[in-house]
């Protein structure tokens, strides 16, 4: 378990390349093939950790003195997703993660059960996460597994569905993101979706980035769009002439570099991609295979980012004014684009639905996390995990996702019977989308 873990601590620009490069020679490409195929994924990534490192650390410090200017003064503090999976993976069960987690899509695979293989190991974490709420609510490490297996399944089964959306919308062939910050996202945006298709006016509205340009000219450009979110952020936070520019250059330079990163790595992906399908196409007529990925390759997309941008003050001004809320957004307000980019794609890019859906589905966040604080307090005080003086913690995207709410509050009220009923429910799902519908589609 600890060779599992000291390798997965070399971090995914590592750990990444690695698997891939073994991927394709499994898979039967040429070693320089599949060599170079995990290089450019190691490039890409380090990329976009680059740019959205830069986004995090000028938000952060806009967002803090947004806070401190208008004076909100709540109990729990936003430590963010880094610190999330820190705790996560600093439990018994959080070592467990990445074995169980693979062992699980193994075997939904043998059984035709999925059609993903996840390679991105380092976001078992996600499911880490919400097994040490369960153990930190019912001290039972059985039931916290099996919740953890759970989660997992259903996982791979928001993957299975969403991936033909993926490919429409963002262009990857292939790939599908199990990842625990964008999935659920997806099955909040269908219900808006429908809302907003029956609302008369309001149902003609295009918002699209390409629409936008059209309509605005230059000031519909990605990078000018940037550019002024920036110089609005920076004139909340009370920033000077200097401070407000540079923060609105930085925010247009983000839109720019983030979706060049993304074709990087796909650049490395789309081989490995090709090769995965052709490999079970011969041995396994009839069936598909798609790579699960870090839905970091969907983030740069500028519907994305532009929604995400104007969600940031949004989301400060709903912890302000909502009552109930004891959150205060720091940490993973450079977080909000994994967990709008798979709402998106249902909006078909429209950037006024996913901004309107993201405003109701980060209020719910803010309550749930704000639910969840002393859940993932203890879970935090039983890895070790610095607290840095707070006697309240959450992150703020992963601790508020409708998930995690499902879990914990299974956890709390007969969590057997909860937690085996999804389960089943689950399973059903999966055999559903994996047997019965692609059966009446051949």
């Not at 059609?115 to 996460?129: E, I, Y």
Request: charged share 10%.
């Amino acid at each position: 378990m600890e060779i599992i873990q000291s390798f997965i601590d070399l971090g995914p620009s590592i750990v990444l390349p690695i698997i891939i490069f073994i991927f394709g020679l499994i898979l039967g490409t040429s070693p320089r093939k599949a060599f170079l195929a995990g290089i450019m994924v190691g490039i890409g990534f380090i990329g976009l950790n680059l740019v959205t490192g830069l986004l995090g650390d000028n938000l952060g410090p806009a967002a803090q003195q947004m806070v401190e200017r208008f004076g909100l003064q709540l109990n729990t503090i936003d430590v963010g997703w880094p610190a999330a999976s820190a705790i996560s993976y600093g439990t018994l069960l959080g070592s467990l993660a990445i074995p169980v987690g693979i062992g699980v899509n193994l075997i939904l695979l043998f059984f035709g059960l999925t059609q993903t293989l996840m390679v991105d190991l380092w976001n078992f974490w996600h499911a880490a996460f919400v097994a040490s709420l369960l153990y930190a609510v019912t001290n039972n490490f059985v039931l916290s597994l099996f919740g953890m297996v759970t989660y997992l399944c259903l996982m791979y089964l928001l993957a299975d569905i969403i991936a033909p959306i993926i490919n429409e919308f963002y262009g990857f062939p292939n790939i599908t993101f199990p990842h625990g910050t964008s999935a659920p996202g997806f099955l909040i945006a269908l219900p808006m979706n429908w809302l907003f298709d029956r609302i008369p006016g309001f149902n003609k509205i295009e918002a699209d980035p390409e629409t936008i340009q059209e309509k605005f000219g230059i000031f519909g450009e990605t990078t000018v769009m940037g550019l002024l979110i920036g110089i609005v952020m920076g004139v909340l936070a009370g920033y000077d002439i200097k401070g407000i520019l540079n923060l609105g250059v930085i925010l247009a330079a983000v839109m720019v570099l983030l979706p060049r990163m993304v074709a990087l790595l796909m650049e490395g992906l789309t081989p490995i991609s090709e090769a995965a399908n052709e490999f079970v196409h011969k041995r396994f007529p009839g069936r598909d295979l798609n790579i699960g990925m870090d839905s970091a390759l969907a983030v740069g997309h500028p519907a994305v980012l532009s929604s995400s941008l104007i969600l940031v003050p949004i989301t400060i001004l709903l912890a302000f004014i909502l009552p109930g809320n004891k959150t205060i957004p720091f940490g993973d307000l450079a977080t909000i684009p994994y967990a709008v980019c798979l709402m998106a794609p249902v909006f078909k890019g429209n950037i006024v639905r996913t901004v309107l859906s993201g405003s109701f589905y980060m209020a719910s966040i803010l309550y749930i996390t704000s639910w969840v604080a002393p859940v993932v307090t203890s879970a935090a005080k039983a890895a070790n995990f610095a607290m840095g003086g707070n006697e309240s913690v959450t992150a703020m995207i992963e601790g508020g996702l409708w998930p995690t709410w499902l879990f914990v509050f299974a956890a709390q009220n007969m969590p057997w019977i909860i937690i085996g009923g999804l389960f089943l429910i689950i399973l059903a799902a999966l055999y559903y989308v994996n047997k019965v519908k692609v059966r009446n589609l051949q």
